[in-house]
């Protein structure tokens, strides 16, 4: 079975190839990128107008499932994935049970496997039950699957509980993905420090807070050569520790997110809780910070942090909604229209960052489009505008700080191991 799709501009950071071309697809795999011609087409795809690249890969997202099924299950996590384009997730650990025993890992991998439309790898605890005082099995649990280990939401306070799990990490050569906040700093804060927390009357989460516990674990890594992946990153301060260390070789790389490449605590104006994430959305010299790293190629990875919320858990004071952003679904739109439309990183830059350099962190065989690898393809409309609506999301968080906004760029098409599996208006 041999289908083409035709005249796209195609990506493929993996091998350096840009260009108009064809993607061949046999049986699922990638046969050949270039003008196919003189063999048996069973189906032709026209791609005219669109740009191809590979499947993007999501390594920090939540799908509330086991525990919280009234947030987001398996099926509606990895359908609003395809639709943003994701064929590749890896999904955290702060579920009911905890991502810290084997059954849990086979949960989710056997419900994975049944919607069969995504690749969907579990991330384990770094202690038993995200509490900070045990460390998991992770040789377990990397046996039964785990590609990474993370508190997720959690930071390791204890320092030497972190040094033994690096040491662990790294004879099990497996990054340690770090929420990084000083939970004595940030105490009780809902919102970033700063005037408009001020103006509001709450409670602020400083800086220092991200950047202070980032320098600490840089430091305990600097003892072993584990692979430490900070989650997030959000703060100028936290940038100017990371670049250090990567200037030092120690083998620390780091995510940002879509929300904290594009937005401002400005959105929480009007106590908007669909603004609220932790770590918060941050000031204009932040963002700044944050755009300056990516135009010197120092960000290793965009990472959704997809964290969908029922509207009760949102629909509430400041202080008691939940932090997270649903967020699958506008990635790449936000990416092209905060990132590439200003010139800050060109188109290839931004589809490796969420392809191929974000499957390298974690060590996974995707985000690529070589020859004999699965047809994991995107097919994307850099030039479409739309505005966000939320309530036609697919995920059950219909909770963004987009809704309303115009961005500019559309998946129109997902292909997984060379089924179709979203097709815009379809």
């Known amino acids: 079975m041999r289908k083409v799709i035709r005249n796209a501009y195609v990506i493929s950071p993996s091998n350096n190839f840009e260009g108009f071309a064809d993607i061949s697809i046999v049986d699922g795999f990638i046969e050949m990128i270039g003008d196919v011609n003189g063999v048996e087409i069973d189906e032709e795809i026209d791609a005219t107008g669109l740009i191809a690249t590979p499947g993007f890969v999501d390594i920090h997202a939540h799908l509330r499932d086991p525990g919280f099924t009234h947030k987001e299950t398996i099926e509606t996590g ?40 995504c690749d969907l790898y579990p991330i384990g605890t770094i202690t038993k039950g995200e ?20 508190d997720d939401g959690r930071p390791v306070m204890n320092a030497e509980i972190l040094r033994k799990a690096l040491i662990y990490a790294e004879d099990l050569n497996v990054p340690l993905s770090l929420h990084e906040e000083d939970l004595n700093i940030s105490g ?7 005037k408009i927390a001020f103006e509001l009357g709450l409670k602020g989460i ?31 301060e936290a940038i100017e520790v990371l670049k250090k260390a990567k200037m030092d070789n120690v083998n620390v790389t780091f995510e940002v997110t879509p929300h904290h490449l594009s937005l401002t605590d400005e959105e929480i104006k009007g106590y908007n809780t669909f603004a609220k994430v932790n770590p918060p959305l941050r000031s204009e010299d932040d963002l700044k910070a944050v755009h300056a790293a990516f135009s010197s190629g120092f960000v290793d990875a965009i990472a959704t942090d997809h964290a969908p919320h029922d509207e009760e ?3 509430c004071t400041m202080q008691k909604a939940a932090f997270g952003i649903s967020g699958f679904e506008t990635a790449f739109a936000v990416v092209n229209t905060y990132l590439v439309e200003t010139g800050i990183i060109g188109l290839a830059e931004a589809i490796s960052l969420m392809t191929m350099k974000p499957a390298k962190v974690f060590n996974l065989n995707a985000g690529t489009l070589n020859e004999g690898q699965p047809a994991n393809v995107v097919l994307l409309d850099k030039k479409a505008e739309w ?36 097709s815009e208006g379809e």
Do not use: W
């Open 188 to 194: 009780d804060g809902v919102v970033n420090d700063g």
């Open 387 to 422: 505005v966000v609506d939320r309530f036609s999301f697919v995920s059950k968080g219909k909770n963004t700080p987009f809704h309303g906004k115009k961005l500019k760029g559309k998946v129109v098409k997902t292909f997984y191991r060379g089924n179709l599996v979203y």
């Open 313 to 315: 858990s949102k629909r």
């Open 206 to 236: 400083p800086n220092v807070s991200e950047s202070s516990i980032i320098a600490r674990d840089v430091e305990i890594a600097k003892s072993t050569k584990a692979h430490l992946h900070i989650c997030h990153v959000s703060t100028k």
């Open 131 to 150: 509490k900070g005082e045990e460390l998991s099995d992770m040789r377990t649990l990397k046996e039964a699957g785990c590609v990474a280990f993370s």
């Open 78 to 117: 990895l359908k609003a994935a395809v639709k943003g384009g994701f064929t590749t997730v890896c999904c955290m650990p702060n579920t009911n049970p905890t991502i810290d025993n084997v059954q849990t890992v086979e949960y989710i991998k056997r419900k994975a496997e049944r919607v069969g439309i």
